[in-house]
Protein backbone atom coordinates (compact mmCIF):
# COMPACT_ATOMS: atom_id res chain seq x y z
CA UNK A 1 0.00 0.00 0.00
CA UNK A 2 1.48 3.62 -0.73
CA UNK A 3 2.13 5.92 1.55
CA UNK A 4 1.20 9.70 1.13
CA UNK A 5 2.46 12.45 3.34
CA UNK A 6 -0.20 14.39 4.57
CA UNK A 7 0.80 18.29 5.03
CA UNK A 8 -2.12 20.46 6.35
CA UNK A 9 -0.09 23.12 6.78
CA UNK A 10 -2.03 26.56 7.62
CA UNK A 11 -5.52 28.11 7.93
CA UNK A 12 -7.96 26.44 5.82
CA UNK A 13 -5.61 23.54 4.23
CA UNK A 14 -6.21 22.42 7.49
CA UNK A 15 -9.92 21.96 6.30
CA UNK A 16 -9.60 21.04 3.00
CA UNK A 17 -7.13 18.47 2.89
CA UNK A 18 -9.16 16.13 4.67
CA UNK A 19 -11.88 16.90 2.34
CA UNK A 20 -9.54 15.37 -0.46
CA UNK A 21 -8.72 12.41 1.31
CA UNK A 22 -12.00 11.86 1.92
CA UNK A 23 -12.71 11.39 -1.73
CA UNK A 24 -9.98 9.79 -2.64
CA UNK A 25 -11.35 7.03 0.03
CA UNK A 26 -14.83 6.79 -1.74
CA UNK A 27 -13.14 6.16 -4.90
CA UNK A 28 -11.52 3.75 -3.49
CA UNK A 29 -7.83 4.61 -3.53
CA UNK A 30 -6.12 2.61 -0.86
CA UNK A 31 -2.87 4.68 1.13
CA UNK A 32 -1.54 5.19 4.47
CA UNK A 33 -1.24 8.72 5.49
CA UNK A 34 1.40 9.97 7.22
CA UNK A 35 1.37 13.39 8.88
CA UNK A 36 4.12 16.29 7.82
CA UNK A 37 4.52 19.10 10.14
CA UNK A 38 4.96 22.44 8.00
CA UNK A 39 3.89 25.80 8.41
CA UNK A 40 3.26 29.12 10.40
CA UNK A 41 3.40 27.44 13.64
CA UNK A 42 6.48 25.60 13.49
CA UNK A 43 8.05 28.77 12.25
CA UNK A 44 6.74 30.22 15.85
CA UNK A 45 7.84 27.85 17.48
CA UNK A 46 11.12 25.93 16.23
CA UNK A 47 12.21 29.44 14.10
CA UNK A 48 11.36 26.54 10.99
CA UNK A 49 8.32 26.69 8.94
CA UNK A 50 10.03 23.29 7.32
CA UNK A 51 11.24 20.81 9.56
CA UNK A 52 13.90 18.49 8.59
CA UNK A 53 11.47 15.72 9.98
CA UNK A 54 8.65 16.21 7.40
CA UNK A 55 11.84 16.59 4.70
CA UNK A 56 12.41 13.43 5.93
CA UNK A 57 9.52 11.77 5.30
CA UNK A 58 8.94 13.19 1.68
CA UNK A 59 12.68 11.96 0.89
CA UNK A 60 11.18 8.34 2.21
CA UNK A 61 7.57 8.58 0.68
CA UNK A 62 8.28 10.74 -2.65
CA UNK A 63 4.13 11.66 -2.94
CA UNK A 64 2.66 14.79 -0.77
CA UNK A 65 -0.23 16.03 -0.72
CA UNK A 66 -0.30 20.27 0.73
CA UNK A 67 -2.98 21.92 1.78
CA UNK A 68 -1.72 25.83 1.62
CA UNK A 69 0.75 27.93 3.74
CA UNK A 70 1.08 31.19 5.78
CA UNK A 71 3.76 33.62 4.50
CA UNK A 72 4.12 37.09 5.86
CA UNK A 73 7.14 39.49 5.09
CA UNK A 74 10.40 39.69 6.73
CA UNK A 75 9.74 42.07 9.50
CA UNK A 76 6.26 41.02 10.10
CA UNK A 77 7.63 37.38 10.50
CA UNK A 78 10.35 38.12 12.80
CA UNK A 79 7.80 39.57 15.02
CA UNK A 80 5.62 36.83 15.76
CA UNK A 81 8.70 34.41 16.39
CA UNK A 82 8.51 33.09 20.02
CA UNK A 83 10.46 35.69 22.00
CA UNK A 84 13.36 33.09 23.42
CA UNK A 85 14.48 32.13 19.08
CA UNK A 86 14.14 35.96 18.11
CA UNK A 87 17.60 37.57 17.23
CA UNK A 88 19.35 34.32 16.73
CA UNK A 89 19.73 34.89 13.03
CA UNK A 90 16.33 32.82 12.30
CA UNK A 91 14.90 33.94 8.35
CA UNK A 92 11.53 33.22 7.60
CA UNK A 93 11.03 31.55 4.66
CA UNK A 94 8.56 30.25 2.40
CA UNK A 95 8.34 26.33 3.22
CA UNK A 96 6.75 25.30 -0.50
CA UNK A 97 9.62 27.05 -2.12
CA UNK A 98 11.56 25.60 0.26
CA UNK A 99 10.32 22.14 -0.67
CA UNK A 100 10.55 23.07 -4.77
CA UNK A 101 13.92 24.01 -4.41
CA UNK A 102 15.26 21.11 -2.04
CA UNK A 103 13.80 18.78 -3.70
CA UNK A 104 14.34 20.22 -7.40
CA UNK A 105 10.64 20.22 -7.69
CA UNK A 106 10.91 22.32 -11.05
CA UNK A 107 7.80 21.61 -13.15
CA UNK A 108 5.17 23.33 -11.72
CA UNK A 109 1.84 22.03 -13.71
CA UNK A 110 -1.22 24.07 -12.99
CA UNK A 111 -4.59 23.02 -15.43
CA UNK A 112 -7.05 26.07 -15.89
CA UNK A 113 -10.34 24.28 -17.05
CA UNK A 114 -13.45 25.33 -17.51
CA UNK A 115 -16.79 22.80 -15.73
CA UNK A 116 -19.61 23.33 -17.68
CA UNK A 117 -22.51 25.10 -15.45
CA UNK A 118 -20.07 26.65 -13.22
CA UNK A 119 -21.48 30.17 -13.01
CA UNK A 120 -18.08 31.53 -12.45
CA UNK A 121 -16.71 30.93 -15.92
CA UNK A 122 -16.02 33.66 -17.81
CA UNK A 123 -18.24 35.25 -19.92
CA UNK A 124 -17.92 37.57 -23.15
CA UNK A 125 -20.35 39.91 -24.82
CA UNK A 126 -20.21 39.91 -28.57
CA UNK A 127 -22.33 41.79 -31.18
CA UNK A 128 -25.58 40.09 -31.04
CA UNK A 129 -25.38 39.57 -26.40
CA UNK A 130 -22.80 37.09 -24.40
CA UNK A 131 -21.07 33.68 -24.86
CA UNK A 132 -18.63 31.79 -22.21
CA UNK A 133 -15.57 30.19 -24.13
CA UNK A 134 -14.80 26.97 -23.29
CA UNK A 135 -11.31 27.89 -21.08
CA UNK A 136 -9.08 24.85 -21.16
CA UNK A 137 -5.20 26.54 -20.69
CA UNK A 138 -2.33 24.38 -19.13
CA UNK A 139 0.53 26.21 -17.61
CA UNK A 140 4.15 25.22 -16.71
CA UNK A 141 5.62 27.44 -14.40
CA UNK A 142 9.35 26.74 -13.77
CA UNK A 143 9.16 26.29 -10.11
CA UNK A 144 12.70 26.56 -8.96
CA UNK A 145 14.47 29.60 -10.62
CA UNK A 146 13.94 33.27 -11.79
CA UNK A 147 12.77 35.18 -9.38
CA UNK A 148 12.18 32.79 -6.32
CA UNK A 149 15.54 31.84 -6.53
CA UNK A 150 15.91 34.11 -3.51
CA UNK A 151 19.49 35.68 -4.55
CA UNK A 152 18.61 38.93 -3.11
CA UNK A 153 20.21 41.60 -0.75
CA UNK A 154 18.85 45.19 0.96
CA UNK A 155 22.31 47.09 1.26
CA UNK A 156 24.53 44.76 -1.08
CA UNK A 157 27.36 43.47 0.61
CA UNK A 158 30.87 45.38 -0.91
CA UNK A 159 31.65 42.45 -3.22
CA UNK A 160 28.17 41.99 -4.57
CA UNK A 161 28.44 46.07 -5.33
CA UNK A 162 31.70 45.89 -6.86
CA UNK A 163 30.47 43.02 -8.94
CA UNK A 164 27.34 45.05 -9.93
CA UNK A 165 29.06 48.05 -10.96
CA UNK A 166 30.75 46.03 -13.45
CA UNK A 167 27.75 46.54 -15.50
CA UNK A 168 26.76 49.57 -17.48
CA UNK A 169 23.51 50.15 -16.48
CA UNK A 170 24.45 50.23 -13.20
CA UNK A 171 25.42 53.85 -13.91
CA UNK A 172 21.96 55.28 -13.51
CA UNK A 173 22.11 53.78 -9.10
CA UNK A 174 25.84 55.30 -8.64
CA UNK A 175 24.66 57.39 -6.21
CA UNK A 176 22.77 55.37 -4.80
CA UNK A 177 24.08 54.12 -1.32
CA UNK A 178 24.01 50.33 -1.13
CA UNK A 179 21.97 50.74 2.56
CA UNK A 180 19.41 52.54 0.36
CA UNK A 181 20.03 49.63 -2.89
CA UNK A 182 17.60 46.66 -2.93
CA UNK A 183 18.79 44.11 -5.43
CA UNK A 184 16.56 40.68 -6.32
CA UNK A 185 18.05 38.45 -9.36
CA UNK A 186 16.19 36.85 -11.85
CA UNK A 187 18.52 33.36 -12.56
CA UNK A 188 17.38 31.35 -15.83
CA UNK A 189 19.53 28.17 -16.66
CA UNK A 190 19.76 26.66 -19.91
CA UNK A 191 18.97 23.20 -18.37
CA UNK A 192 16.34 23.48 -16.09
CA UNK A 193 14.63 25.77 -19.32
CA UNK A 194 14.88 22.76 -21.68
CA UNK A 195 13.47 20.62 -18.98
CA UNK A 196 10.19 22.84 -18.47
CA UNK A 197 9.98 23.47 -22.13
CA UNK A 198 10.38 19.30 -23.07
CA UNK A 199 7.49 18.72 -20.33
CA UNK A 200 5.37 21.01 -22.03
CA UNK A 201 5.34 19.84 -25.16
CA UNK A 202 5.75 16.74 -24.29
CA UNK A 203 1.88 17.40 -22.31
CA UNK A 204 0.89 18.99 -25.65
CA UNK A 205 1.68 16.16 -28.02
CA UNK A 206 0.10 13.34 -25.46
CA UNK A 207 -3.12 15.14 -24.85
CA UNK A 208 -3.71 16.56 -28.46
CA UNK A 209 -2.91 20.00 -28.00
CA UNK A 210 -2.16 22.08 -31.25
CA UNK A 211 -0.42 25.04 -29.73
CA UNK A 212 2.27 25.81 -27.03
CA UNK A 213 2.76 29.28 -25.73
CA UNK A 214 6.14 30.67 -24.28
CA UNK A 215 5.28 33.87 -21.95
CA UNK A 216 7.95 35.82 -21.21
CA UNK A 217 9.67 39.16 -21.93
CA UNK A 218 12.17 39.25 -24.12
CA UNK A 219 12.57 42.82 -24.87
CA UNK A 220 13.26 44.17 -22.00
CA UNK A 221 14.36 40.93 -19.98
CA UNK A 222 16.51 39.93 -22.76
CA UNK A 223 18.93 37.62 -21.29
CA UNK A 224 16.76 35.54 -19.22
CA UNK A 225 13.73 35.67 -21.36
CA UNK A 226 16.11 35.56 -24.26
CA UNK A 227 17.39 32.01 -23.36
CA UNK A 228 14.32 30.49 -22.58
CA UNK A 229 13.14 31.94 -26.19
CA UNK A 230 16.13 30.43 -27.84
CA UNK A 231 16.01 27.32 -25.99
CA UNK A 232 12.01 27.10 -26.66
CA UNK A 233 12.65 27.18 -30.90
CA UNK A 234 15.10 24.62 -30.83
CA UNK A 235 13.04 22.40 -29.40
CA UNK A 236 10.41 22.98 -31.07
CA UNK A 237 12.12 21.40 -34.09
CA UNK A 238 11.17 17.87 -32.32
CA UNK A 239 7.04 18.45 -32.25
CA UNK A 240 6.19 19.53 -35.72
CA UNK A 241 2.29 18.89 -35.10
CA UNK A 242 2.90 22.04 -31.92
CA UNK A 243 2.95 25.38 -33.02
CA UNK A 244 4.74 27.62 -31.00
CA UNK A 245 3.51 30.77 -30.09
CA UNK A 246 5.04 33.29 -27.91
CA UNK A 247 3.70 36.07 -26.15
CA UNK A 248 4.91 39.03 -23.39
CA UNK A 249 3.43 38.54 -20.28
CA UNK A 250 1.57 42.31 -20.26
CA UNK A 251 0.14 41.72 -23.42
CA UNK A 252 -1.10 38.29 -22.41
CA UNK A 253 -2.66 39.35 -19.48
CA UNK A 254 -5.23 41.38 -22.05
CA UNK A 255 -5.20 38.59 -24.32
CA UNK A 256 -6.51 36.11 -21.83
CA UNK A 257 -10.04 37.73 -21.42
CA UNK A 258 -10.15 38.55 -25.08
CA UNK A 259 -9.82 34.89 -26.56
CA UNK A 260 -8.97 32.49 -23.49
CA UNK A 261 -10.27 29.67 -25.55
CA UNK A 262 -7.10 30.20 -28.19
CA UNK A 263 -4.65 29.18 -25.66
CA UNK A 264 -4.08 25.49 -24.63
CA UNK A 265 0.01 24.67 -22.75
CA UNK A 266 1.46 28.09 -21.31
CA UNK A 267 5.31 27.70 -20.54
CA UNK A 268 6.95 30.82 -18.53
CA UNK A 269 9.42 31.44 -15.53
CA UNK A 270 8.39 31.31 -11.72
CA UNK A 271 6.87 34.78 -11.34
CA UNK A 272 5.26 35.10 -14.59
CA UNK A 273 4.35 31.39 -14.32
CA UNK A 274 2.61 32.82 -11.09
CA UNK A 275 0.60 35.73 -12.70
CA UNK A 276 -0.37 34.19 -15.66
CA UNK A 277 -2.07 31.13 -13.57
CA UNK A 278 -3.72 33.20 -11.11
CA UNK A 279 -5.17 35.41 -14.29
CA UNK A 280 -6.52 31.82 -15.91
CA UNK A 281 -7.86 30.57 -12.82
CA UNK A 282 -10.42 33.49 -12.41
CA UNK A 283 -11.70 32.60 -15.70
CA UNK A 284 -12.31 29.02 -14.50
CA UNK A 285 -14.13 29.65 -11.14
CA UNK A 286 -10.78 31.62 -9.40
CA UNK A 287 -8.72 30.05 -6.98
CA UNK A 288 -11.37 27.45 -5.47
CA UNK A 289 -10.87 25.66 -8.48
CA UNK A 290 -7.11 26.01 -9.19
CA UNK A 291 -5.01 23.41 -8.29
CA UNK A 292 -1.30 22.29 -8.93
CA UNK A 293 1.67 20.08 -8.93
CA UNK A 294 5.30 20.02 -8.23
CA UNK A 295 7.09 17.46 -9.79
CA UNK A 296 10.75 16.65 -9.82
CA UNK A 297 12.54 13.49 -11.13
CA UNK A 298 11.71 11.53 -7.60
CA UNK A 299 9.41 13.78 -5.31
CA UNK A 300 6.53 15.05 -6.14
CA UNK A 301 3.83 17.48 -4.39
CA UNK A 302 0.34 18.58 -5.06
CA UNK A 303 -1.58 21.02 -3.91
CA UNK A 304 -4.35 23.80 -4.48
CA UNK A 305 -2.70 27.52 -5.78
CA UNK A 306 -5.06 29.00 -2.98
CA UNK A 307 -3.53 30.86 0.10
CA UNK A 308 -4.15 29.70 4.02
CA UNK A 309 -7.09 32.39 4.17
CA UNK A 310 -6.53 32.18 8.21
CA UNK A 311 -9.88 34.60 8.56
CA UNK A 312 -12.09 31.35 7.36
CA UNK A 313 -10.37 28.50 9.57
CA UNK A 314 -12.22 29.38 12.81
CA UNK A 315 -15.75 29.06 10.79
CA UNK A 316 -17.93 26.12 11.95
CA UNK A 317 -19.06 24.92 9.58
CA UNK A 318 -16.31 25.90 7.44
CA UNK A 319 -17.44 27.75 4.48
CA UNK A 320 -14.46 27.61 1.65
CA UNK A 321 -14.81 25.50 -1.70
CA UNK A 322 -12.31 22.29 -1.34
CA UNK A 323 -12.75 21.37 -5.17
CA UNK A 324 -8.97 22.85 -5.65
CA UNK A 325 -7.92 20.94 -3.16
CA UNK A 326 -9.75 17.48 -4.61
CA UNK A 327 -8.59 18.03 -7.82
CA UNK A 328 -5.09 18.65 -6.64
CA UNK A 329 -5.81 15.30 -5.81
CA UNK A 330 -6.41 13.73 -8.62
CA UNK A 331 -3.16 15.40 -10.65
CA UNK A 332 -1.33 13.09 -8.19
CA UNK A 333 -3.58 10.02 -9.24
CA UNK A 334 -2.78 10.74 -12.69
CA UNK A 335 0.61 10.79 -11.92
CA UNK A 336 0.58 7.23 -9.81
CA UNK A 337 -0.58 6.05 -12.65
CA UNK A 338 -4.09 6.32 -11.29
CA UNK A 339 -5.98 8.04 -13.60
CA UNK A 340 -8.79 6.26 -13.89
CA UNK A 341 -10.26 7.30 -10.16
CA UNK A 342 -8.95 10.53 -11.20
CA UNK A 343 -11.55 10.50 -13.91
CA UNK A 344 -14.44 9.65 -11.84
CA UNK A 345 -13.80 11.97 -9.31
CA UNK A 346 -13.50 14.50 -12.26
CA UNK A 347 -16.81 13.28 -13.18
CA UNK A 348 -18.31 13.34 -10.23
CA UNK A 349 -17.35 17.06 -10.06
CA UNK A 350 -18.28 18.04 -13.27
CA UNK A 351 -21.91 16.64 -12.70
CA UNK A 352 -22.13 18.68 -9.45
CA UNK A 353 -21.35 21.59 -10.80
CA UNK A 354 -23.58 21.30 -13.70
CA UNK A 355 -26.52 20.12 -11.69
CA UNK A 356 -25.69 23.47 -9.18
CA UNK A 357 -27.92 22.47 -6.71
CA UNK A 358 -24.71 22.04 -3.92
CA UNK A 359 -22.77 25.67 -4.47
CA UNK A 360 -19.91 26.95 -1.81
CA UNK A 361 -20.23 31.00 -0.97
CA UNK A 362 -18.06 31.66 -3.93
CA UNK A 363 -19.69 29.66 -6.57
CA UNK A 364 -22.98 32.29 -5.47
CA UNK A 365 -20.63 35.59 -5.49
CA UNK A 366 -20.94 35.92 -1.78
CA UNK A 367 -18.54 37.51 0.48
CA UNK A 368 -17.30 35.70 2.92
CA UNK A 369 -18.66 34.74 6.40
CA UNK A 370 -21.24 32.54 8.30
CA UNK A 371 -23.89 34.29 7.04
CA UNK A 372 -23.71 32.96 3.49
CA UNK A 373 -25.41 29.99 5.02
CA UNK A 374 -28.59 32.41 5.10
CA UNK A 375 -28.60 32.39 1.23
CA UNK A 376 -28.32 29.11 0.11
CA UNK A 377 -24.70 28.58 0.22
CA UNK A 378 -23.37 24.81 1.32
CA UNK A 379 -20.85 23.82 3.74
CA UNK A 380 -17.27 22.65 2.69
CA UNK A 381 -18.68 19.09 3.93
CA UNK A 382 -21.85 18.78 2.15
CA UNK A 383 -19.63 19.73 -0.87
CA UNK A 384 -17.34 16.94 -0.21
CA UNK A 385 -20.70 14.97 0.50
CA UNK A 386 -22.18 15.94 -3.05
CA UNK A 387 -19.19 14.52 -5.01
CA UNK A 388 -18.72 11.79 -3.09
CA UNK A 389 -22.63 10.93 -3.74
CA UNK A 390 -21.91 11.09 -7.55
CA UNK A 391 -19.33 8.84 -7.17
Excluded at 313 to 331: D, F, K
Aim: a neutral charge; charged letters at 25%.
Amino acid sequence: MRTIVSMPGDGIGKTVLPEAIRVLDAVGFEANYVHGDIGWDFWIKEGNALPQRTIDLLAEHKIGLFGAITSKPKEAAARELDPALRDKGYVYFSPIVGLRQHFNLDICIRPCMSFKGNPLNFIRRTASGFEEPLVNAVIFRQNTEGLYAGVEWTNPPKQVRDALETHPKMKFFKDTPSEDLAVSTRIVTRKASRRILTAAFEYAKKFGYKNLTLCEKPNVLRETSGMMFKEAREIAKNYPGIELWDTNIDAQMMWLTKNPESYGVIVAENMFGDIISDGFAGLVGGLGFACSANIGQEVAVFEPTHGSAPKYQELNPSIVNPIAMILSACMMLDHIGESEKAGKIRGAISRVIEEGCVKTYDMMKLKGGPEVFKHGASTTQEMTDAIIARL
